[in-house]
């Protein structure tokens, strides 16, 4: 049995849809779909009403699989649809014209402009006279925004079993002289597997010397250097759900410039997770850990956010860090709210630094639900 509450998701979500003004959300995001239903699948799309009804719209593939989800969360609110188009517009047009749905919100973030025209022509050709809602709305991704008890246990477990893979990581030396960064991250994913993880949460980072430099740098057959500097990226899915680790460690001791790249991110990030609490927003955080590599000479050094939310997806909101003009306000934190804290220092021709950690935001605080050492040698 599943341990969690398909249908109360459900029914907070329809009245959240009708509070937003909207009668139904055609729902093209495949985490959404499992977040609403338990429905895991490469393909498919969903219809969810104002009174919290799910319609399942899958190809042949996976109609067992929907059928398997309406009889476990209830034939009243799930209803598989089989059908050989997985944006379903025919039907989604049908249904509307004859349920009298008026206003049908898109997940425009997600959905491409090819599949909202031919939505767009279908519905045109059903006679439908309502109206399609663009603008995003994320109905389902502000609920997923804070976790539940079942949710907040997958992810603190997993944030130990994390924890428990990079110590032997750490300890026995996985970066080291003479490796390729290919090594290195196979070795990394093996022992994130052997801890019990279904999958990695993402392509393992390994980035040594000036590769180190490049944020997000896909490992290659370079191999590593004494006296260099090495980022390590990794994370995996524990019960479905996300947890993301960074440590950089050097191999010998770091230069004077080095070593002091190295601390003053580790004292951003250590500004970034004191800050977390209810009622802080998402960009206070990040400005509490730019301010410090900023004070540091080092603020043009870090280019992107501290830190993401986490749960099924390894990058989902809470967005931490400034403010772009496309976006809405974001929500103050609040209890059940799982992000991680990464501040970085990017310095080309030299290195790049970046410490990351897991946290859960609680009711009168924080909680980091990672625990690794730092794994950086003192030379001054």
């Not at 997985?86 to 206003?103: H, K, M, P």
């Not at 425009?108 to 603008?135: C, F, K, M, N, Y």
């Not at 907040?152 to 893979?165: I, K, W």
């Not at 501290?306 to 934190?333: C, F, I, K, N, S």
Request: net charge negative; with cysteine; glycine share 10%.
């Amino acid at each position: 049995m599943n341990p969690f509450d398909f249908r109360g998701r459900l029914q907070r979500a329809g009245a959240a849809l009708v509070a937003a003004g909207a009668d139904a959300l055609l729902i093209s995001h495949l985490p959404n779909l499992r977040y609403l239903s338990g429905l895991e699948a490469t393909a498919g799309s969903g219809l969810l009403t104002g009174d919290g009804r799910l319609f399942l719209l899958v190809d042949p593939r996976y109609e067992a699989a929907a059928a398997a989800r309406a009889e476990e969360v209830g034939p009243d609110l799930v209803h598989p649809v089989a059908t050989a188009d997985v944006i379903a517009s025919t039907w989604l047009a049908s249904r509307c014209a004859s349920d009298g749905i008026g206003r049908v919100a898109l997940e425009s973030r997600v959905l491409t402009l090819h599949a909202a025209r031919l939505i767009e022509q279908a519905l045109a050709a059903a006679g439908w006279s309502g109206a399609l809602i663009d603008q995003p709305l994320d109905i389902v991704e502000h609920a997923r925004r804070v976790k539940d008890a079942v949710e907040l246990a997958l992810l603190r477990e997993g944030g130990a079993r994390l924890s428990e893979a990079a110590r032997g990581i750490l300890a026995d030396g996985v970066a080291r002289v003479g490796r390729t960064e290919l090594e290195v991250a196979a070795d990394i994913d093996a022992r994130v597997r052997a801890v019990g993880f279904s999958r990695a949460a993402f392509d393992t980072i390994v980035a040594s010397g000036p590769r180190s430099a490049f944020p997000h740098a896909r490992p290659t057959d370079r191999r590593l250097e004494a006296g260099e500097v090495v980022v390590l990226d990794f994370g995996g899915v524990y019960g479905g759900y996300c947890v993301d680790l960074t440590r950089t460690v050097c191999l010998g001791l770091p230069s004077a410039e080095v070593d002091r790249q190295y601390h003053a991110v580790r004292l951003a990030q250590q500004a970034g997770i004191a800050a977390v609490r209810p009622g802080t927003t998402p960009a206070d955080v990040d400005r509490a850990a730019r301010q410090v590599l900023e004070a540091a000479g080092l603020g043009e050094t870090f280019g992107h956010g501290t830190g993401h939310g986490l749960g099924l997806e390894v990058h989902e909101a809470p967005r931490l860090a400034r403010p772009r003009p496309e976006d809405a306000a974001q929500p103050p934190l609040e209890a059940g709210v799982v992000c991680t804290i990464e501040p970085g220092a990017y310095v080309t021709g030299r290195a790049g630094i970046r410490i990351e950690d897991d946290v859960v935001v609680t009711a009168y605080g924080h909680e980091q639900i990672t625990d690794v050492p730092l794994g950086w040698p003192t030379a001054h």
